[in-house]
């Protein structure tokens, strides 16, 4: 049995080798109860060591980080949902779409049932759920590779299937968004489905909580000035604001 020092380095070092852990999975590798991990969980986060998530913990933030769909689901919600709300606003009736995973266009879909007469091409396996059963949308799913991490479809059969449609807006979520760096994501082969999807668009909208602004992740799948309307909370500052317009980019910010 390790002393409690022992044991929270021990539970670092785990983290920064297999970079996530659940509370159960240490509580077995270090023979104590789950209570003793969530104090040491905390501890830990307290002193900047890692990162806790909804049942478990994460090593601290590297440009290839990727939580899972769902331990970012329940995070900055009420943002997430406002978020959605406002992006409903720029879907007509008879529009033709395509939606990016994510947890923030997950919520976009449940804003889609007040509509009539839509076609959504996505590769989200949540969002097809959502959406199943919704009269009036007629829901295209793009095949593909499924990764377990974000519950998304990526891949050659996923780009090819891209490739052959056009639609009138695109839904886009980003882990990153920087006015040098772009936009940005963990997966190489995400990021490529982001673009072709960003690629097939008349009309490109970023869905983007504050946290996202300033962050670089490892694969760049798009600069900012390609999209032409970006949604965040208000947290989001002016002068980030007055800078994405000068590169092209309206923005609209919602009060969650």
């Given amino acids: 049995m390790l002393y409690e020092e022992e044991r929270k380095l021990k539970i670092v070092e785990y983290l920064q080798d297999h970079s ?37 913990a994460v090593c601290l933030e590297t440009v290839n980080f990727e939580p899972t769909f769902i331990e970012k689901e329940d995070q900055f919600q009420k943002e997430k949902e ?11 009736d008879g529009d033709t779409l395509v939606i990016d995973s994510g947890t923030t266009t ?6 889609l049932k007040r509509f009539a007469n839509l076609k959504v091409v996505t590769n989200s396996i949540i969002l097809a759920q959502e959406l199943q059963g919704m009269e009036g ?19 050659p059969i996923t780009e090819h299937s891209l490739s052959m449609l056009r639609v009138d807006k695109a839904f886009i979520a980003t882990n990153g968004l920087d006015l040098h760096k772009g936009l940005t994501t963990p997966n190489i082969v995400e990021a490529a489905t982001k673009t072709k999807m960003i690629d097939i668009a008349k ?9 996202k602004i300033g962050k670089v992740a490892f694969a760049k799948f798009a600069e900012v000035s390609r999209i032409d309307t970006c949604i965040v909370d208000d947290k989001v500052t002016q002068a980030v604001v007055d800078e994405m317009g000068k590169l092209g980019v309206r923005v609209c910010i919602v009060t969650p």
Wanted: net charge positive; hydrophobic share 45%; proline share 0%.
């Fill in 106 to 111: 997950a919520y976009l879909a449940k804003e």
């Fill in 203 to 211: 009309q490109v909208i970023l869905l983007a909580d504050y946290t």
């Fill in 20 to 56: 996530r852990a659940s509370v159960q999975q240490l509580s077995k590798i270090f023979q104590v109860s789950e209570s003793t991990v969530r104090r040491d969980l905390q501890e830990l986060e307290d002193a900047k060591l890692l990162k806790r998530t909804h049942g478990g």
């Fill in 82 to 92: 406002s978020i959605a709300r406002k992006a409903a606003e720029f879907i007509q």
């Fill in 137 to 155: 949308i007629e829901v295209i799913i793009t095949g593909g590779t499924l990764r377990q991490n974000t519950l998304a479809m990526v891949g």
